[in-house]
C-alpha cells in the first residue's frame, strides 16, 4: 500500500489537530496501521497502532488519554484525534502500515513496510 499524511500545522499548547492518513493499494483491511513521530536530533518515536479491524487500539505512554487512533477501512483512511497538545508533541508525524499477520510488537518500526511521507507538527507555548 502506499500512503499520503496530512493534517498537520502550527497550535498552540491545549490546541487540538487531527491527522489523516490516506492509503491506496489493495487489501488495506489486512493492515495494521502505526503512527511515529520524530523530533529534530531525536529518535522516531512510536505515537500508536491501530489493528487491521479498527477494534484495538495501542499507544504510547506519552500520548495516552490525550490522542486516539481511528480508521475507516471502506474509506482507506487512519486518522489520529490530538488533544491537549504540548511543546513536546511538536516534531514530524508519520503513519506506517505493516501486515497485521507479522506484526508482533506494534511500537516496533521493522514490521511496517509503508511510509508515508510525514506531516509537519508544531506545537507553541
Known amino acids: 500500500v502506499q500512503l499520503q499524511a496530512s493534517g498537520g500545522g502550527l497550535v498552540q499548547a491545549g490546541g487540538s489537530l487531527r491527522l489523516s492518513c490516506a492509503a491506496s493499494g489493495r487489501a488495506f483491511s489486512t493492515y495494521a496501521v502505526a503512527w511515529f513521530r520524530q523530533a529534530p536530533g531525536k529518535e522516531r518515536e512510536y505515537v500508536g497502532a491501530?489493528?487491521?479491524?479498527?477494534?484495538?487500539?495501542y499507544y504510547a505512554d506519552s500520548v495516552k488519554g490525550r490522542f486516539t487512533i481511528s480508521r475507516d477501512n471502506a474509506k482507506n483512511t487512519v486518522d489520529l484525534q490530538m488533544n491537549s497538545l504540548k511543546p513536546e508533541d511538536t516534531a514530524v508525524y508519520y503513519c506506517?502500515?505493516?501486515?497485521?499477520?507479522?506484526?508482533?510488537?506494534?511500537?516496533?518500526?521493522?514490521?511496517?513496510?509503508?511510509w508515508g511521507q510525514g506531516t509537519q507538527v508544531t506545537v507553541s507555548s
Open positions: 491501530v489493528s487491521w479491524s479498527g477494534t484495538n487500539t
Open positions: 506506517a502500515a505493516g501486515k497485521e499477520v507479522g506484526i508482533r510488537y506494534y511500537s516496533d518500526t521493522i514490521y511496517y513496510d509503508s
